[in-house]
Structure formats: structure tokens, C-alpha cells
């Protein structure tokens, strides 16, 4: 179907089914975080274990991606997008079901791979519907559904968790993705061009290698050593793995992913940034729950109640962002999301298990910083002629959505550690380890914040950085 034949109600309809689809399966990224203090005491296992639910996932998210921009070229929109939503909704239905934590990660897999493509394939869709003009306000619409999802997820958990026990996390995107399941097979028609094509096995199969063996190593580097053969195999893995895939792809004639998308500096800085802000925000995501939970010894519906207020925020402001990028550009808005993300994590930092109030501000200003993520990749994926879209947007997804692994992954480890070193009563070692843990994630913020001054808006520059 041509763009220009397409009426305004009709993208309304695909925006709405798109949105709908990626809430559900957003959620998911970090919903089980809430529930982790539950699990681990059901299925009897480690908070080093359980944090695979959430990393894991990422992980899997990020190595899909890439694959979209193959998928999105070979098959037909509809049956592509109907196929990912079915395989979401199978992976629900396994987890609900679940007795022990090796069958709830197969689940959790499923739903992975199936968000992975549904996050990249969305953003392709919705930027090829819609003129570049309007891409900052649809994106800042849609990433209502990336941003604010993951971040209200925790919150709307933890009251399904009271009442359902973890299972209840799985039943609000059930019923999400069934309605979409069934606005796909209606309403979503075949939007993007395809073409026979080959899928390289091995460029894939080098892809997961060099995530999951990079995600694996830097997850294990803090709470088993740089040296632990559970550090160093994984991470030589992956960088072998990373390289032997640049390699293949420079060889291809039809590469798997074109990597020449590298060569516009424009990009590459809002990979970087975009990478660091994920994983700052998803460190958040899992920490927070536990603070409140562990910590400072709450339930977890009420733990859900503290988060929904940097949620709100979220909601209300990234609309606005989409509309800020489009009017003013991507510097002043970076600039602004991570000040508020260095303040709230360097006040965390500093507070008692007493001062349950100034931790719910605090994190509710951190929580501003999610609101650039959709027009920071729009500004990235612009920097590309269209033909490279695809790839750039699978690119930026699964980097993004790996630099948010690696942070729960980190971020989870080293609270662990220090928690473990700390003499004290649960939760005053709990509150140490979150101390030095929110102390790192500032410094983080810091830095992105300082990579904002070089992002250089359209308007003033028209190259690349």
C-alpha cells in the first residue's frame, strides 16, 4: 500500500494496534522485577539467577532485533506482525503455567525474541507510514509504549502480585495481546515491500554469539572476578563472535545487517548515548523494587504505589519530548533528561531505609530521564538515507536494548557484592549495596551528560557530528 493512499484513520487504526502490542510486550522487560523477591523465595533460587528474567529477556530482545530488519523485507506485514504477537501470547500462557524457574525462562524467552521484533518492526512501520516531519510527535507518542510501559510495569505488578501472587504479572498483557492478536488479523495491512531473500544462518548465529557472550561475561565479571573462567570464556566468545559478524558482513554482497550505517557519526553518537540511558533507566527499574521491597522492608503492592508517580511523569512528558525534538532538536532535551537522572540517582545514593519519601521523589525525577528515548533514536535513524532505515533502526533497538541488559546485569551484580560485604542487619546490607550502586548509575548519568553537548540538532548543522 502507497503512503500517500493510506487515509489518516487507517494509520490511526496501525498506530493504535501497534501501540497496543508493544505496551503489552514492553511491560513485560521489567514487570517481573517487582515479582523477583517472590520468585526467589518460591522456586528457591539466588537474586544472581532470578535477575536473568529481566536481563535474560533483554538480552534475547536484543539479539531478535537485528534479525528484523530480514524479517521486515521477506515477509508480509501482516503475517509477520500476527505471527510475533501469537508467539508473545504462547509465551505467556508457559509462564502462568510454570513450576520451576528453568521453564519460566524458556517463557520469558519466547516473549524476548517476540519483542524484539515487535519494537524494531513498529518504529519501521510507523516511520514509513508517516512524514518525517511528524516522526519526533509519533515517536514521542509510541514511546509511551517503550518508555513508560517498562517503567508503570513494576508498579501495576506489584498490586497483581497481592492479589494473584507472580503469576498475576502475566495476566494484564494476556489480555493485551489477545486484542491485538486479533486487530492484526483485521486491520493491519502489508505496508512494507519484501523480497525472496536467503536467511544467513551464520551472521545470525555470530549476532547472538557476540551478545550473549559480551551480556554473560560483564554480567558475571562482578559477582565472579575478571578471571573466573564464567567471566573470561563468555567474554572472549563475544568479542569473537562480534568480530567474525563485522567481518561476514563487510564480505556479503546482500549483508545480513549493513553496517555501513556506522560511517554517519550521527548515528553512532545516538547509539552510544542511547545505550547508556537504557541502561541507567532498567538498572533503575530493577533496583527500585527491591529497595522498597528488601531494603526498606514494604510490601510489594505498596513498592508498586512509590513507582507510579516517575511513571505519570513519563507519561505525560514523553509526548511532549516527541513535540520538544521536532520544534527545538535533540541537544536541550538530552541535556535536561539526564540532569534529572544524575540528580535523582545521586540523591538515592544518600538516603536511609527511613526516608522512604525522599526516595519516591528522587526517583521520580530520575524517572524524566526516559522520556528522550524514542527522539534520540529518531534523531539517530534520520542520520541514514532511507534505504539503510531498516537496518539502522534494528541496529539502534538491539544496541539500545543491550546496553539495558548489560546495566541490570551490572547494576544487579554490584549491589550484590557490596550488599554481601556490608556486617548488618538484611536491610541495612541491602540499603549498602544499593548505596554504591546508585552512586555508580550518577556517575553514569554524568556522562551522558556531558555527551549531550555533542549532539548538534538539524537545524543548526546539517552533517554528521
Same mark, same amino acid.
Given at each position: 500500500?502507497?503512503?500517500?493512499? /493510506? ?12 501501540? #497496543?502490542?508493544?505496551?503489552? &510486550? ?27 528474567? &529481566? ?5 534475547? /530482545? ?10 521486515? *523485507? ?24 510454570? /513450576? ?9 524467552? +519466547? ?20 512524514? #518525517? ?12 509504549? +517503550? ?21 498475576? #504479572? ?6 493485551? /495481546? ?34 550473549? !557472550? ?82 526498606? !522492608? ?11 508517580? =516517575?511513571? @505519570? ?9 516527541? *513535540? ?8 536541550? @532535551?538530552?541535556?535536561?533528561?539526564? =540532569? ?21 521523589? @528522587? ?25 539503510? *532505515? ?42 549498602? !549495596? ?20 555533542? +549532539? ?10
Amino acid at each position: 500500500m502507497e503512503n500517500s493512499e /493510506m487515509s489518516a484513520s487507517k494509520r490511526k487504526l496501525i498506530f493504535i494496534n501497534i501501540v #497496543v502490542a508493544c505496551i503489552a &510486550s514492553s511491560m513485560m522487560s521489567t514487570a517481573l522485577s517487582t515479582g523477583l523477591p517472590s520468585i526467589m523465595s518460591d522456586l528457591d533460587i539466588s537474586a544472581s539467577l532470578a535477575q536473568w528474567l &529481566s536481563s535474560g529477556y533483554m538480552l534475547c /530482545m536484543a539479539i531478535m532485533m537485528p534479525a528484523t530488519a530480514f524479517l521486515v *523485507k521477506r515477509f508480509r506485514t501482516r503475517v509477520l506482525f500476527t505471527g510475533v504477537v501469537a508467539v508473545y501470547l504462547a509465551g505467556l500462557v508457559i509462564d502462568i503455567l510454570a /513450576m520451576d524457574f528453568y521453564t519460566l525462562m524458556f517463557g520469558r524467552i +519466547l516473549q524476548a525474541c517476540s519483542n524484539g521484533v515487535l519494537m524494531a518492526m513498529g518504529q519501521i512501520i510507523l516511520m514509513t507510514i508517516y512524514p #518525517v516531519a511528524n516522526h519526533g510527535s509519533v515517536l514521542g507518542w509510541y514511546g509511551l509504549s +517503550l518508555t513508560v510501559a517498562p517503567i508503570i510495569a513494576p508498579a501495576v505488578s506489584g498490586v497483581m502480585i497481592d492479589a494473584f501472587t507472580w503469576r498475576g #504479572v502475566f495476566i494484564i498483557p494476556l489480555v493485551f /495481546m489477545s486484542l491485538s492478536l486479533v486487530a492484526s488479523v483485521f486491520t493491519m495491512p502489508d505496508i512494507l515491500e519484501t523480497a525472496r531473500s536467503r536467511f544467513d544462518v551464520p551472521s545470525f548465529a555470530l549476532c547472538a554469539l557476540g551478545f550473549g !557472550g559480551l551480556t554473560l561475561g560483564v554480567g558475571n565479571m562482578v559477582s565472579m572476578g575478571f578471571v573466573s573462567p564464567a567471566t573470561l570464556v563468555p567474554l572472549v566468545l563475544g568479542v569473537v563472535g562480534a568480530v567474525l559478524f563485522v567481518r561476514r558482513q563487510s564480505s556479503l554482497e546482500a549483508p545480513f545487517l549493513n553496517l555501513v550505517v556506522f560511517r554517519h557519526g550521527r548515528f553512532v553518537l545516538a547509539v552510544v548515548v542511547g545505550m547508556l540511558f537504557y541502561g541507567v533507566i532498567l538498572s533503575l527499574s530493577v533496583l527500585m523494587p527491591m529497595y522498597f521491597q528488601n531494603g526498606m !522492608g514494604y510490601s510489594a503492592a505498596m513498592s508498586g504505589v512509590f513507582l507510579i508517580f =516517575g511513571s @505519570l511523569l513519563v507519561a505525560v512528558t514523553s509526548p511532549m519530548a516527541g *513535540k520538544w525534538y521536532d520544534r527545538r532538536g535533540i541537544r536541550s @532535551l538530552v541535556l535536561l533528561s539526564a =540532569g534529572a537522572l544524575a540528580v535523582g540517582c545521586l540523591g538515592l545514593s544518600f538516603l536511609t531505609a527511613e526516608m522512604v519519601l525522599a526516595a519516591v521523589v @528522587l526517583y521520580t525525577v530520575a524517572a524524566l530521564g526516559g522520556c528522550q528515548m524514542m527522539p534520540m533514536t529518531a534523531w539517530g535513524i534520520n542520520a541514514v538515507p532511507n534505504e539503510l *532505515k531498516a537496518d539502522a533502526t534494528s541496529l539502534i533497538n538491539s544496541l539500545r536494548t543491550l546496553g539495558g541488559a548489560l546495566g541490570m546485569a551490572l547494576s544487579t551484580g554490584l549491589m550484590e557484592v557490596v550488599s554481601s560485604g556490608i556486617t548488618g542487619t538484611p536491610s541495612e546490607c541491602v540499603m549498602g !549495596g544499593m548505596s554504591v550502586t546508585f552512586m555508580v548509575l550518577a556517575v553514569v548519568s554524568s556522562l551522558i551528560f556531558v555527551l549531550g553537548f555533542l +549532539l548538534r540538532d538539524a537545524s543548526k548543522a546539517s552533517g554528521t557530528p
